[in-house]
């Protein structure tokens, strides 16, 4: 079976649509959005953050709202959202799954 486009979102897609949440950005916001809010763990360089732009461009997730010489100015579409919001579902389960086996196992040494 294929895999849809965007059915996951690396982690670093998953930023770059945080990124959009509350306000229109450009590319370089966008970068400075993510480095803060990971407290530099993730540095998007600009071929990463332009290709990503692009895809979600392409895709529907995002749609361009200015363009002033070189700098482009985007902001998130309704699509966009949804995706973003199916992503912190699944991330949520994977948690919830992960803190189940966690519990588990630690029932599972108290017997030994």
Do not use: H, W
């Given at each position: 079976?294929?895999?849809?486009?965007l059915?996951?979102?690396?982690?670093?897609?998953?930023y770059?649509?945080?990124?959009?949440?509350?306000?229109?950005m450009c590319g370089t916001?966008?970068?400075?959005?993510?480095?803060?809010?990971t407290?530099?763990?993730?540095?998007?360089?600009?071929?990463?953050l332009y290709?990503?732009l692009g895809?979600?461009?392409?895709?529907?997730l995002?749609e361009?709202t200015?363009?002033?010489g070189?700098?482009?100015?985007?902001?998130?579409?309704?699509?966009?959202?949804?995706i973003?919001a199916e992503?912190?579902?699944?991330?949520r389960q994977?948690?919830?799954?992960?803190?189940?086996?966690?519990?588990?196992?630690?029932?599972r040494?108290?017997?030994?």
């Amino acid at each position: 079976m294929a895999k849809k486009s965007l059915e996951l979102l690396t982690e670093t897609m998953f930023y770059v649509l945080m990124a959009f949440l509350k306000t229109e950005m450009c590319g370089t916001d966008v970068a400075a959005f993510i480095q803060e809010k990971t407290k530099d763990r993730i540095q998007i360089g600009p071929g990463t953050l332009y290709t990503i732009l692009g895809k979600f461009q392409t895709e529907g997730l995002l749609e361009e709202t200015q363009i002033q010489g070189r700098k482009r100015t985007y902001r998130i579409t309704d699509r966009g959202r949804r995706i973003y919001a199916e992503e912190v579902q699944r991330l949520r389960q994977c948690l919830m799954d992960a803190e189940e086996e966690n519990n588990s196992a630690t029932e599972r040494e108290g017997l030994l």
